[in-house]
């Protein structure tokens, strides 16, 4: 089969496209006809090798131990493993090729993949194979974020960067739990916010929203570009910050250790600081996957594309995510 090819970490425009072995399902594995697969900013930083410490957590220290990059993907069924009861070829799927969380190659840029049955879920008919699979990856992210106790009818809800991967997806599920959403992003993605259904939109080149005068219940912080006391501001007496956090491609953090030492902070802070806290926490991948499945087919969800392109410039796909500033996701095409 063709698959993106990595030998070494660095430029995204040292990828290849290669002549592999198709893979072999495990018992608990599926194996799927890659149709789309999402390209964010999670692969990105595998293919760059950036922070150093990502190397130390599963991806290789020299190289990458799996060579074929991407994690996400949709597509349809073209084998199953034994112990696999909830496919069977021909079913189309979406989902994550990655088991928990993980910080490594997957293998989906490529015509065939292999992802475990608990990471996979039935692609609804009305969704197209490229807005499926930009989906696993940030859809699970967001939804370990976010408290659902805040997303409630009255809720006040500010979105940073909630136009991006992540944020795009938070603002549609607050929105579909009833909250008032306000989203922040920059001045090129305000239609795009209200699109996806913002109530609000606030262009952060223009105005501060830690500065201004109204408060929000949750305040979902995607790039990270405030101090954590500015954001608090923001919030009313009982309100929660949550930080997902956004290394900006190596340019707001350290090369060896990224962002990690600033969720160390935030999580000390969390000890002592009632409003700051973390999301949904442990939720198991086959859950996640069923809930966002059951949110794309009510049309709660409704990923937007950027741009697509094939295998074959996967380097050229990833340097427009890091520099293209694109509206929408990017997804390759296989």
């Known amino acids: 089969m063709r698959a993106v090819v990595q030998d070494r970490y660095g430029d995204p425009e040292g990828l290849r496209v290669a002549e592999i072995d198709r893979p072999v399902p495990a018992r608990d594995e599926v194996l799927v006809r890659v149709r789309a697969a999402s390209v964010h900013p999670d692969v990105w930083?595998?293919?760059?090798?950036?922070?150093?410490?990502?190397?130390?957590?599963?991806?290789?220290?020299?190289?990458?131990?799996?060579?074929?990059?991407?994690t996400d993907l949709a597509g349809v069924v073209a084998a199953v493993g034994a112990?696999?009861?909830?496919?069977?070829?021909g079913d189309e799927v979406f989902g994550e090729t990655l088991r928990g969380q993980a910080w490594r190659n997957g293998g989906s840029f490529a015509e065939y993949a292999r992802a475990p049955e608990s990471g996979l879920a039935g692609k609804p008919g009305g969704v197209s194979f490229a807005q499926a699979a930009?989906?696993?990856?940030?859809?699970?992210?967001?939804?370990?974020?976010?408290?659902?106790?805040?997303?409630?009818p009255g809720r006040r809800v500010l979105v940073n960067g909630a136009a991006?991967?992540?944020?795009?997806?938070v603002l549609q599920l607050a929105k579909a739990g009833g909250a008032h959403v306000t989203g922040v992003d920059h001045t090129g993605k305000q239609d795009l916010m209200r699109r996806l259904g913002a109530d609000r939109v606030v262009d952060y080149t223009r105005d501060?929203?830690?500065?201004?005068?109204?408060?929000?219940d949750l305040i979902v912080d995607v790039p990270g570009n405030h101090p954590v006391s500015a954001c608090r501001r923001a919030l009313t007496p009982d309100g929660v910050y949550v930080l997902i956090g956004h290394d900006h491609f190596g340019r707001a953090g350290r090369r060896w250790l990224g962002s990690v030492p600033r969720f160390g902070r935030l999580?000390?802070?969390?000890?002592f600081v009632r409003q700051v806290r973390g999301g949904a926490g442990g939720l198991a991948k086959a859950e996640a996957m069923e809930t966002l499945r059951a949110h794309l087919e009510a049309g709660h969800l409704a990923p937007v594309i950027d741009r697509t392109y094939p295998l074959d410039q996967a380097g050229a796909?990833?340097?427009h995510l890091a520099d293209g500033?694109?509206?929408?996701?990017?997804?390759?095409?296989?």
């Open 45 to 70: 930083h595998v293919v760059s090798g950036r922070p150093y410490l990502l190397r130390l957590m599963g991806s290789g220290v020299r190289r990458p131990s799996c060579p074929v990059p991407g």
């Open 83 to 89: 112990g696999v009861t909830r496919f069977r070829p």
């Open 134 to 152: 930009a989906v696993p990856t940030a859809g699970y992210i967001a939804l370990l974020n976010l408290p659902a106790d805040r997303v409630a």
């Open 164 to 169: 991006g991967g992540v944020g795009a997806i």
């Open 208 to 216: 501060d929203f830690t500065r201004g005068t109204s408060r929000y």
């Open 267 to 271: 999580m000390l802070m969390s000890l």
């Open 317 to 319: 796909a990833l340097r």
């Open 325 to 334: 500033e694109p509206v929408g996701r990017i997804v390759l095409t296989a």
